[in-house]
Each structure stands twice: as structure tokens, then as C-alpha cells.
């Protein structure tokens, strides 16, 4: 038996000695003879590459096929893909383009795009049809991702030989079939995709193939504006409508507030500590649009004194920006979504979530970019906001998942796909909705409220550069699995002491931190039987009365279950009612 992982991981897509779990695969690969189509459904990092191109290598060495084919999700993985497979003897050419109809002479075969064989899917056909093809499709999901693409990529790889089907999260947020994967009813009769090898990152985890990685969570208070004029404030973190969260998580990002400055901060002062072990280590700050890329890049220029990469994806040399980053002792690098997927720099150890998306799959892709391991007690790290989505996310990385067809709603599947997408919905909101929630960001700050690892939670609320904060900024870079919940239980033990003697010190100081839940919870109710009593002095109505027509009005449940949120805007409603 191989050991699942060797003290030093050979480079991407070069190791001379297979895994345990690409054993595996390839055995049960050889299983069935003559088998066309494989998935493989391996965590992000686990090395996916090698395992293809040795199938390749072997299939070539048994004579099964004359031709290779490998389609990619981008053109910068064209490359990746071609100088892989060089290092194991097969020559791809990733710049063959729709106008050639057949590859050179000298290649095994091509490196292609979806979107390429979606233009003009008779070109790869006839390349298909012209020798017995073995076609790897890379990240196969991208396959559905318009219905003109699946139907392309049936037409152009149905007369293969061999299919091998890869992916690091083989599942979809909507219900277009992936091509070539066959689905197969559940035990209550909906069709889920069906693999044929899965390797995840709990098995990973534990085979010291992947890195384990802490989610570093940050709350905050954050006001703005609406169209009306009217100044919002909510905490981020706390118990608010999906609406609400949404702007105050929207508000959380923007670059001239405090909250992203304090985030940058904390995550730059993580990567130094990591950096004391791990002296190449990178971080990458995924952004929502391209403004704020340059925006976070200045700040973390005035932190740093280093220009971080920027890369764009309409930046024509994007692909050679990532490249320059990987090999070089650079700190961070900025993107738009360029390297959510696909893109290895196997130095990044720190993460910072600065975007909007939340769906799983693409949540999946970014932390793929952080878990890869070039040596065993390499960990990584992650900020993201304390938002409600994404804590589910973090606090379920290690959930294995299928594509699911029949899905009755959304959010059947527990995903809540449709929180964010409903809440960043503008055009088709409704024109109160859009007029109540238009906004301007006007103040944002930031504290950090737990760690999660494993799907459990460490850690308090704490001010940026307290002690408190640093008990978590400060945990080594290098940790073996089995190790960080013990850490972890340490370190919110010291915490609490630490807290506990400053506040002995300085019980006067003023804090930031929003009050507790259950105290904010019990004046709000406080403040709404009050005046729930003054209304029904002057109608007469029965108070039970009136809390039912508040009820019936502003929704949720009875006031001892209601949220903060739930509660005031009763508390408004009535205050606009009760004549003074």
C-alpha cells in the first residue's frame, strides 16, 4: 500500500508515485473493461491532474487510444494543463483554435475551453471522430453551464472512446444536467449525479493531503442610507431579515469604510505569523467587481508598503500575472473571480472573502484555492463576514454533495441558494422594496467574533488589535490537523482570562462591541409592551388584540419568539400610530 500523502509533494501535475486514492481510482477505473465514462469527484487539491494523466499514459501505453483531448474551464488553465502533461511525456498544443480542424503533427493532442467547443462544437467532433479519443473534461459542471453548452459538448465528445470526467465540487446550484453523467433516483425518487470515484476533503483532511483551513469570522456595525433619506444601522452578525443582512454585508465591503481596512489588516498580520514557518506564503482577497479590486489593493499597499498583484479578468495578461505571483515571495495578490477555480499557487495560505457570491459551488472553488499541501502541517486561513450563508458554508466544507435534477424548491437541499440571489435582486425587486433598501454605504466597523474549524465555533467577540484578537491572528502557520481543536480550545481559554483582566483593569472603557443578544432582546420586548399599552389605552382594543394586528401586519411569531429585527419594526409601526 502507498501512503496517502509523502513528506514532500512533488510539483503539480509531476509526482512520480501516486496517492493512495489515485491508486484507487485507477484500479477501480480498470475495473470494468472498456468503460467510456469515469467521474472522478476529488477534493480541490488532492491532485486530480496526476491522476488523469496517468490514465492517459497508460491508456496510450496499452494502445487504447491515439488522441488526448483535455477541455478546460479557462484559457489560463489551457497552459497549466499542456506544461502538466509535458512532464509526463504527452505533448498538448492549448493554442489550437477552430479555424485549424485537425492538431499538428507533433501533439498527442489539444487543450481546448468549453466555450471553445460551444462555438463550434463540429470542429471537435470531426477531431473526436478522426482517431480513437480519449477526452478528459476538467471541472465537467462547467458543461451545463448554458443549455447551448451541454448540448455542444454531447455533440462534439459523443463518439469518443474514453471519457474521464473530473471534478473538485460536482454539483450545480441549478438543476442543467452535466453531459455525460448519469443520474440516478434517491431513496425519495430524485435523480442525483452518480460518481464513480469520490475522494473528499475530510478524507483528505486526514490523509495529510490537503491542508486543514480556520474560518476567521468578522461581525461589525454598519449604518447607511436609503433613497429616502433615512440612516439604516444593523450588526452584522447578529439576528437580521435577508434584506437587512444583505446591505449590511454590502456595507461590510465597501472600500471607504472601516471594515475592510480592519479585515486587510488582520489578515496581513495573519500571513506575517504563517509567514515565520512558511516564508513563500500568499494571500489572495477574492473581490466582487473591479473597483474594489484596485480599492482593496491601495489599502493593502498603505499596510504592506508592497503593490499587491492585481489581476482582472479582462486583463489580457492575467494568466502571466497569476503566473509571476506563483513563483515569486510577493504577499498578496487581488482578483475577480479569476482564480476561483482551476488556478494553482499552491504558496496561498490566507484568504480574504470580499465578495457578494455565496452560492456553494463557488464558495467550494475559492477555498479550493487555499487547501492544496506541499508539505504535511501547512495550514490556511480565511476571513469571510459573519454572515448567515457563509457560516453555514464554513461550517459545512466537509459535506460531499451530488447534482441534484429534481429539486422541488431552491432551497430544498439546505443550500439557500436563494437568500443572497433574492437579496441582490434590484431589477426585479419590487419599487417599494428597491426604494426602501437603495443605498449609501456610510460607516462600517469591524470586530472579530469567532473561529470555525471542523463545524465547530472558537473564540468571542474582540476588538481589532486587542490581545483577544491576536490569541487567533497569532496561531502558528505550521499545524498538524489533529492538533488545531486543542489549539483552538486553548486559545479561547486564554481569551476569556485576557478579556476578564482588562476589563478588571478598565471597567469604564468604551467598547465598540454591540450589546448581547438576550439584553437587546429583552428591551426591545420591554419597549414594545410599553407601548402596545399606550395604543390600547386610546383605542380600547385589548392588548392581545393589538399584538395580533401587529403580528398580522409586520409578520413573525409571538413576542417572546420574535428576532430583534421582528420586534422593531413593530416598535416603528406603533410609534407612528400613538398619538402623543
Same mark, same amino acid.
Given at each position: 500500500?502507498?501512503?496517502?500523502?509523502?513528506?514532500?509533494?512533488?510539483?503539480?501535475?509531476?509526482?512520480?508515485?501516486?496517492?493512495?486514492?489515485?491508486?484507487?481510482?485507477?484500479?477501480?477505473?480498470?475495473?470494468?473493461?472498456?468503460?467510456?465514462?469515469?467521474?472522478?469527484?476529488?477534493?480541490?487539491?488532492?491532485?486530480?491532474?496526476?491522476?488523469?494523466?496517468?490514465?492517459?499514459?497508460?491508456?496510450?501505453?496499452?494502445?487504447?487510444?491515439?488522441?488526448?483531448?483535455?477541455?478546460?474551464?479557462?484559457?489560463?488553465?489551457?497552459?497549466?494543463?499542456?506544461?502538466?502533461?509535458?512532464?509526463?511525456?504527452?505533448?498538448?498544443?492549448?493554442?489550437?483554435?477552430?479555424?485549424?480542424?485537425?492538431?499538428?503533427?507533433?501533439?498527442?493532442?489539444?487543450?481546448?475551453?468549453?466555450?471553445?467547443?460551444?462555438?463550434?462544437?463540429?470542429?471537435?467532433?470531426?477531431?473526436?471522430?478522426?482517431?480513437?479519443?480519449?477526452?478528459?473534461?476538467?471541472?465537467?459542471?462547467?458543461?451545463?453551464?448554458?443549455?447551448?453548452?451541454?448540448?455542444?459538448?454531447?455533440?462534439?465528445?459523443?463518439?469518443?472512446?474514453?471519457?474521464?470526467?473530473?471534478?473538485?465540487?460536482?454539483?450545480?446550484?441549478?438543476?442543467?444536467?452535466?453531459?455525460?453523467?448519469?443520474?440516478?433516483?434517491?431513496?425519495?425518487?430524485?435523480?442525483?449525479? %452518480?460518481? /464513480?470515484?469520490?475522494?473528499?476533503?475530510? !478524507?483528505?483532511?486526514?490523509? =495529510? +493531503?490537503?491542508? @486543514?483551513? *480556520?474560518?476567521?469570522?468578522?461581525?461589525?456595525?454598519?449604518?447607511?442610507?436609503?433613497?429616502?433619506?433615512?440612516?439604516?444601522?444593523?450588526?452584522?452578525?447578529?439576528?437580521?431579515?435577508?434584506?437587512?443582512?444583505?446591505?449590511?454585508?454590502?456595507?461590510?465591503?465597501?472600500?471607504?469604510?472601516?471594515?475592510?481596512?480592519?479585515?486587510?489588516?488582520?489578515?496581513?498580520?495573519?500571513?506575517?505569523?504563517?509567514?515565520?514557518?512558511?516564508?513563500?506564503?500568499?494571500?489572495?482577497?477574492?473581490?466582487?467587481?473591479?473597483?474594489?479590486?484596485?480599492?482593496?489593493?491601495?489599502?493593502?499597499?498603505?499596510?504592506?508598503?508592497?503593490?499587491?498583484?492585481?489581476?482582472?479578468?479582462?486583463?489580457?495578461?492575467?494568466?502571466?500575472?497569476?503566473?509571476?505571483?506563483?513563483? %515569486?515571495? /510577493?504577499?498578496?495578490?487581488?482578483?475577480? !473571480?479569476?482564480?476561483?477555480? =482551476? +488556478?494553482?499557487? @499552491?504558496? *496561498?495560505?490566507?484568504?480574504?472573502?470580499?465578495?457578494?457570491?455565496?452560492?456553494?459551488?463557488?464558495?467550494?472553488?475559492?477555498?479550493?484555492?487555499?487547501?492544496?499541501?506541499?508539505?504535511?502541517?501547512?495550514?490556511?486561513?480565511?476571513?469571510?463576514?459573519?454572515?448567515?450563508?457563509?457560516?453555514?458554508?464554513?461550517?459545512?466544507?466537509?459535506?460531499?454533495?451530488?447534482?441534484?435534477?429534481?429539486?422541488?424548491?431552491?432551497?430544498?437541499?439546505?443550500?439557500?441558494?436563494?437568500?443572497?440571489?433574492?437579496?441582490?435582486?434590484?431589477?426585479?425587486?419590487?419599487?417599494?422594496?428597491?426604494?426602501?433598501?437603495?443605498?449609501?454605504?456610510?460607516?462600517?466597523?469591524?470586530?472579530?467574533?469567532?473561529?470555525?474549524?471542523?463545524?465547530?465555533?472558537?473564540?468571542?467577540?474582540?476588538?481589532?488589535?486587542?490581545?483577544?484578537?491576536?490569541?487567533?491572528?497569532?496561531?502558528?502557520?505550521?499545524?498538524?490537523?489533529?492538533?488545531?481543536?486543542?489549539?483552538?480550545?486553548?486559545?479561547?481559554?486564554?481569551?476569556?482570562?485576557?478579556?476578564?483582566?482588562?476589563?478588571?483593569?478598565?471597567?469604564?472603557?468604551?467598547?465598540?462591541?454591540?450589546?448581547?443578544?438576550?439584553?437587546?432582546?429583552?428591551?426591545?420586548?420591554?419597549?414594545?409592551?410599553?407601548?402596545?399599552?399606550?395604543?390600547?389605552?386610546?383605542?380600547?382594543?385589548?392588548?392581545?388584540?393589538?399584538?395580533?394586528?401587529?403580528?398580522?401586519?409586520?409578520?413573525?411569531?409571538?413576542?417572546?419568539?420574535?428576532?430583534?429585527?421582528?420586534?422593531?419594526?413593530?416598535?416603528?409601526?406603533?410609534?407612528?400610530?400613538?398619538?402623543?
Amino acid at each position: 500500500m502507498l501512503s496517502p500523502s509523502f513528506p514532500q509533494r512533488a510539483p503539480w501535475g509531476t509526482a512520480d508515485r501516486l496517492r493512495a486514492w489515485q491508486q484507487e481510482a485507477l484500479e477501480e477505473y480498470f475495473r470494468v473493461e472498456a468503460r467510456r465514462d469515469f467521474l472522478v469527484a476529488a477534493t480541490p487539491g488532492a491532485g486530480k491532474t496526476t491522476f488523469a494523466l496517468t490514465l492517459a499514459v497508460e491508456l496510450l501505453r496499452t494502445n487504447e487510444i491515439d488522441r488526448i483531448i483535455v477541455v478546460a474551464p479557462t484559457e489560463h488553465l489551457k497552459t497549466q494543463w499542456a506544461d502538466a502533461a509535458a512532464r509526463v511525456h504527452i505533448r498538448l498544443d492549448p493554442r489550437f483554435r477552430n479555424s485549424h480542424w485537425a492538431p499538428a503533427r507533433q501533439y498527442h493532442g489539444v487543450v481546448v475551453t468549453y466555450a471553445q467547443v460551444a462555438a463550434k462544437s463540429s470542429v471537435h467532433r470531426h477531431l473526436t471522430q478522426d482517431a480513437r479519443t480519449l477526452v478528459i473534461l476538467d471541472e465537467v459542471h462547467h458543461g451545463g453551464d448554458a443549455l447551448s453548452w451541454g448540448d455542444a459538448i454531447r455533440d462534439a465528445y459523443g463518439p469518443a472512446k474514453r471519457r474521464l470526467l473530473l471534478s473538485g465540487t460536482p454539483f450545480r446550484s441549478d438543476t442543467a444536467p452535466i453531459p455525460f453523467v448519469d443520474y440516478l433516483p434517491d431513496e425519495s425518487g430524485a435523480r442525483v449525479s %452518480s460518481t /464513480d470515484y469520490a475522494y473528499g476533503y475530510g !478524507r483528505a483532511l486526514q490523509d =495529510g +493531503v490537503v491542508r @486543514p483551513v *480556520l474560518f476567521h469570522m468578522y461581525a461589525g456595525k454598519m449604518r447607511w442610507r436609503t433613497s429616502a433619506g433615512d440612516e439604516l444601522e444593523a450588526h452584522l452578525g447578529q439576528d437580521n431579515t435577508k434584506d437587512v443582512t444583505s446591505q449590511a454585508w454590502r456595507t461590510a465591503l465597501d472600500p471607504e469604510g472601516e471594515w475592510m481596512p480592519a479585515v486587510l489588516s488582520a489578515a496581513d498580520r495573519r500571513l506575517t505569523e504563517i509567514r515565520h514557518h512558511v516564508p513563500d506564503a500568499g494571500g489572495l482577497v477574492l473581490a466582487t467587481d473591479q473597483t474594489v479590486a484596485r480599492a482593496y489593493a491601495k489599502i493593502l499597499h498603505s499596510l504592506t508598503g508592497q503593490r499587491p498583484t492585481v489581476v482582472l479578468s479582462d486583463d489580457a495578461t492575467a494568466s502571466e500575472r497569476i503566473e509571476k505571483f506563483s513563483g %515569486s515571495n /510577493d504577499r498578496w495578490m487581488v482578483a475577480v !473571480r479569476m482564480v476561483s477555480e =482551476g +488556478v494553482d499557487v @499552491p504558496r *496561498l495560505a490566507v484568504g480574504v472573502y470580499a465578495t457578494s457570491s455565496s452560492t456553494p459551488l463557488f464558495f467550494a472553488q475559492a477555498i479550493g484555492r487555499f487547501v492544496r499541501a506541499r508539505r504535511r502541517g501547512e495550514a490556511a486561513s480565511v476571513f469571510l463576514p459573519n454572515v448567515p450563508v457563509l457560516m453555514k458554508l464554513a461550517n459545512e466544507l466537509e459535506r460531499q454533495r451530488d447534482h441534484a435534477l429534481d429539486r422541488q424548491s431552491k432551497d430544498e437541499d439546505g443550500l439557500e441558494d436563494s437568500l443572497l440571489e433574492d437579496a441582490n435582486r434590484e431589477d426585479d425587486a419590487s419599487d417599494a422594496l428597491t426604494q426602501e433598501f437603495s443605498y449609501q454605504a456610510i460607516s462600517s466597523l469591524a470586530h472579530f467574533d469567532r473561529v470555525v474549524f471542523d463545524g465547530k465555533e472558537f473564540g468571542q467577540l474582540a476588538e481589532p488589535g486587542t490581545p483577544e484578537e491576536e490569541e487567533f491572528i497569532g496561531i502558528p502557520g505550521l499545524l498538524e490537523p489533529e492538533h488545531v481543536h486543542e489549539l483552538l480550545m486553548q486559545r479561547q481559554s486564554r481569551q476569556s482570562r485576557l478579556r476578564e483582566a482588562r476589563e478588571a483593569v478598565t471597567p469604564a472603557q468604551t467598547t465598540t462591541l454591540p450589546e448581547p443578544l438576550h439584553r437587546t432582546l429583552r428591551e426591545q420586548r420591554q419597549l414594545l409592551n410599553s407601548l402596545v399599552g399606550v395604543y390600547a389605552r386610546q383605542t380600547g382594543d385589548p392588548h392581545g388584540a393589538v399584538h395580533a394586528e401587529l403580528r398580522r401586519l409586520c409578520g413573525g411569531p409571538a413576542v417572546a419568539q420574535a428576532t430583534v429585527t421582528q420586534l422593531q419594526s413593530r416598535i416603528d409601526l406603533l410609534r407612528r400610530r400613538v398619538r402623543s
